[in-house]
C-alpha cells in the first residue's frame, strides 16, 4: 500500500473473492452520502460527498485473472468503517483489505466500462420500497455492485445482464435508513442509470440520461417534476446548465469543482442549495425556499458551524457537516483517473490504468 497523500492511499487487490461478501463491516450507526455524477463523451466525473470525517480514501487496481474477467482502476471510501491514517499506517487486517475493494464508489475497467453509486432516498417509493429484485438468486447488495460490474463486465448490456442474474438487495435499514443505492453505467456509446424498486412489474429500471444527484430519475423522468424528497436538485440543475463545458478532461473536474458540497453552507451561494438541507428541519419540503430555510434553527446551525470550520479547519461531528471527500475524474477511452482529495481543488492525483 501507497501513501500518495493525506487520506489518500493506493494498492493492487487480489484476495478479495469473486462473491460479495454478505455482511457490511461497519463502525457506525445510519450513514448516507450525497453524490453527483456526469458522462460526457469520453469523459466521467463524479463527486463523494458526505459529513466530514477521518476517512481514507483508496485508489485499488485489479487485474483480470481466472478469478476476474478484467482490470480495473477506482476509488473506494469505507464510509460505514472508519479506517484512519493510524490504522493504515499500523497494517491493515486482511479482513479491511478485503472489504475495501467492495466498497468501490466508482471505477472504469480494461473494457471501458464505467460506473459509480450515489444514494436515493425511498421515500419517494414509500409504496413499493426496494427489498429483493431476484429472490433465490445470488446476492449482490447495492453497495457492492460497482465492484461486480467492474470486474465482470464489458458493456452496459452485460451489466444488465449481471442485474438480471442476481438479487440485488438495499443497503440495511440499520446502516442507511431510507437512503438506497442507485447505479450510473457507461460504456463507449451508452450511457444508463439502473434504480430499484419494490414492483412487482418492475422492480429493476433503466433511464437513459447523462446526470445523476441524489433524486429517482424514473420519476423525474416520468413527471418532469423533481420528486417530493429530492436530494441534490440544486447541483443537477447545475450540472445541467454547465454540461456542454465538460467534454474534456479539464472541463469535467472542472465542472465537478462546481458542485463541491460545502457550498450548501454559504449564504451567498446562488441558488441556495434548499434540499441539502430540507431533511435536517423538521416538517421541510422540496418547495422551501432560503429564506424560509434560513429562518430554521438548524440551518442556521450548520452555516454558523461551516464558518468555523472554514476558518480553523476544526470540526465537531456533531455539527452534521458535510464535504466531497473525494472527486474522481475519468478519460473513458484511455483509462486515466484524476483524484481530487477532500477539496483541496489546489491539487489533483493521476492515474492510469
Known amino acids: 500500500m501507497t501513501k500518495i497523500a493525506d487520506y489518500l492511499y493506493e494498492f493492487e487487490a487480489e484476495g478479495y473473492g469473486t462473491q460479495a461478501p454478505t455482511t457490511l463491516i461497519t463502525d457506525k450507526g445510519p450513514v448516507t452520502f450525497g453524490c453527483s455524477a456526469v458522462r460526457n463523451g469520453n469523459f466521467y466525473g463524479r463527486n463523494l460527498d458526505l459529513g466530514i470525517n477521518e476517512t481514507c480514501e483508496f485508489v485499488v487496481r485489479t487485474k483480470a485473472s481466472s478469478k476476474r474477467k478484467h482490470a480495473s482502476i477506482g476509488v473506494a471510501n469505507t464510509c460505514f468503517a472508519t479506517i484512519t491514517e493510524d490504522m493504515v499506517q499500523a497494517g491493515l487486517s486482511k479482513e479491511l483489505l478485503d ?76 446502516v442507511a435508513g431510507v437512503w438506497d443505492g442507485h447505479i450510473m453505467i457507461a460504456d463507449a456509446n451508452n450511457t444508463v442509470i439502473v434504480e430499484f424498486t419494490g414492483e412487482q412489474e418492475s422492480k429493476v429500471k433503466y433511464i437513459e440520461t447523462n446526470i445523476m444527484t441524489n433524486f429517482y430519475n424514473h420519476l423525474y423522468a416520468a413527471t418532469g417534476q423533481y420528486p417530493a424528497h429530492a436530494c441534490g436538485v440544486e ?70 458551524a461551516y464558518k468555523v470550520y472554514e476558518q480553523t479547519g476544526k470540526y465537531d461531528p456533531k455539527d452534521g457537516l ?32
Open 235 to 304: 447541483r443537477y440543475d447545475i450540472l445541467k446548465a454547465k454540461y456542454n463545458s465538460s467534454n474534456t478532461m479539464e472541463g469535467m473536474w472542472e465542472l465537478l469543482k462546481k458542485v463541491q458540497y460545502t457550498q450548501a453552507y454559504k449564504e451567498s451561494t446562488e441558488p441556495f442549495w434548499c434540499t441539502e438541507h430540507i431533511d435536517g428541519v423538521p416538517g421541510g419540503d422540496i418547495t422551501w425556499t432560503k429564506e424560509q430555510l434560513l429562518e430554521q434553527a438548524e440551518t442556521r446551525e450548520m452555516l454558523d
Open 322 to 353: 458535510w464535504f466531497t471527500a473525494h472527486n474522481s475524474t475519468y478519460d473513458i477511452v484511455n483509462r486515466t483517473l484524476w483524484v481530487t482529495i477532500r477539496e483541496k481543488y489546489e491539487k489533483h492525483f493521476e492515474f492510469k490504468l
Open 99 to 174: 472489504f475495501i475493494p467492495w466498497m468501490m464508489m466508482d471505477g472504469v475497467n480494461d473494457a471501458g466500462l464505467v460506473c459509480n453509486i450515489n444514494v436515493v432516498n425511498m421515500s419517494d417509493i414509500e409504496a413499493n420500497p426496494h427489498a429483493h429484485t431476484n429472490p433465490g438468486k445470488p446476492q449482490i447488495m447495492v453497495m457492492q455492485l460497482v465492484r461486480a460490474l467492474l470486474d465482470n463486465c464489458a458493456s452496459v448490456a452485460e451489466a444488465k445482464e449481471l442485474i438480471a442474474n442476481h438479487d440485488i438487495t438495499p443497503i440495511p435499514k440499520d
